[in-house]
């Protein structure tokens, strides 16, 4: 179930829920923990705009313009503190999480000098509070090689471990380092493992995925066709988009409804 918090899923068919405030967020969360669905995984596309509906709720309860209205950081505090029990509670709850972020580039300062680096496109605290909280860090990009006759070729891929140039990361340990952008390619590296050796897996989970930036021509948006930005997702169905609270009741398309793939253990982009 995508929790859509912003345009870019009206011409695939998943399962949708648009969210313009923090209030519906709350609410879909609720309907979610109630149970009574169909739903294995929950997508928040993207978790950008779902802190920046954060901001905006936080400063209409104290009636601020703007978080640093209440000074000494209060603002910000209780932002980040909203933010995070929401996260917390959504992370802890038997399905799949996954955090989809657009990415940008920022000047980083390190021992050696200063480095460009492409990270979430939130807020610094917001960023930990994410990155710090999820088993996979999922960076998409386009990587171009050199095929036989000579001609570029340019794949989607998924980049896995930390890297100077870009946040990444995978606690599971059982990822390479670079895969293709396609959920079976993701299925059987993460089922294998390092040795080669088939592994258990569990029934939670959650990983951000960040999308490169704007300026590059690397992505799809997340959950398209043939890309890895949404595991174990619900089975695809031709309905309208709905609120959270009638997708509960909606079934899956008998020809869709297969089983699914194991998902990646729980504690991640969220534990």
Known sequence: LFLATEPGLNHLEVYQTPISTWDEMLQACADISAGGHP????????VDNAYRMCCEHICRKHRIEHESDLGYGKGYALINNEFQRVLNKLALLPYGLFLVSHAQEREI????????RTVPT????ARKLVL???DLILYCALETTTGPDGRQVVRRVVHTKPSP??????RTGRLPEVLDLDYRAF???FETGPSGESGSSGTGGSASIVKPPPSTTAAAPAGSSGTAPAPAAPPASNTKPQTAAT????????ATAAPQP???AATTTAK
């Open 109 to 116: 300062e390190t021992p050696r000098g200063k480095i460009t």
């Open 39 to 46: 739903f294995r995984t929950i997508i928040i596309d993207t």
């Open 247 to 254: 997708a509960a009741n909606v079934k899956p398309s008998p």
């Open 165 to 170: 140039t870009y946040d990444a990361g995978d």
């Open 122 to 125: 939130l807020p610094e605290k």
């Open 132 to 134: 710090g909280m999820v």
């Open 187 to 189: 299925v059987r590296a």
């Open 262 to 264: 194991a998902k990646p």
